[in-house]
């Protein structure tokens, strides 16, 4: 199945895009998947084995292959996933002057993009990078996943303008730490913020004056002020800005943009109504 801006499609036999599922839609074989997998990890699985854990690959061009399977755990922690049942491929694609209306605010202060998965939070972020990086400002983006700035034998596979370094593979909270001490950067840029190490860590870019933008998954902000990293982010006091980006349109569109304390009365009004 294809899924798209106008909606899902299912590929036929015959290699033609069906609206419906129907006896001539194609189903994927076990070999299928076997092969698809394979060929994803470059037919080296143990290499990819840290992020074949994490339930995904992230491949040439910053794209996301997301498995499906059965987890093996050891001491609570998953150490494989067997048996894909099925897989899940996230095309990414660099938009620029997607974050045009919002460059500026990343300019002034610690700023956290707010959305729901597929609303565009990376894209974003990309765009947010690439168009400070033009401004001279220095740059730094702790990709652990690779994911925004698409590094490939020591290249991005992005634009990421003049002065943007990419730190790959680093945990974040790590990254961070490094970058303030060796790269003396103007703004660090990364993926997903979800625990204390990383918050933690932007506490001391905070410290150093050096700008942080980041992301974080919520559906509205009704769900952002009732979540535990929501709550967590508002009163840490480290952020300036809060972008929400709109659900169930095209990816990167703002719905609305919260300072800190907008968003602290947003939070008192949700959570004692």
Known sequence: MITADFGNVFISKYGQAEKQFGDTTYICSKYDLEECFKSVCQYSVHSYQNEINQGFVTVKGGHRVGLCGSAV?????????????????????????????????????????????????????????????LRTRKVCVVDERGEICAPYNGQTGFDMGYSCDCMYGYKKAEGISIAIRTLSPDVIV???IGTSDELSAVADSFNAGVRIVTSVHSASVNDFVHRKMGQLLINSEAFDYFVFLKNGVKPGKVERVLTRSEIKGESYRNITA
């Open 190 to 192: 990364f993926d997903e």
């Open 73 to 133: 755990c050891e001491n609570e922690k998953i150490i494989n996933v067997k048996n894909i049942s099925s897989i899940n491929l996230r095309i990414a694609a660099s938009h620029q002057g997607a974050a045009a209306d919002i460059v500026s605010i990343a300019d002034k202060g610690n700023t956290v993009i707010v959305g729901p998965p597929l609303s565009g939070k990376t894209t974003l972020l990309r765009d947010i990078a690439y168009s400070l990086s």
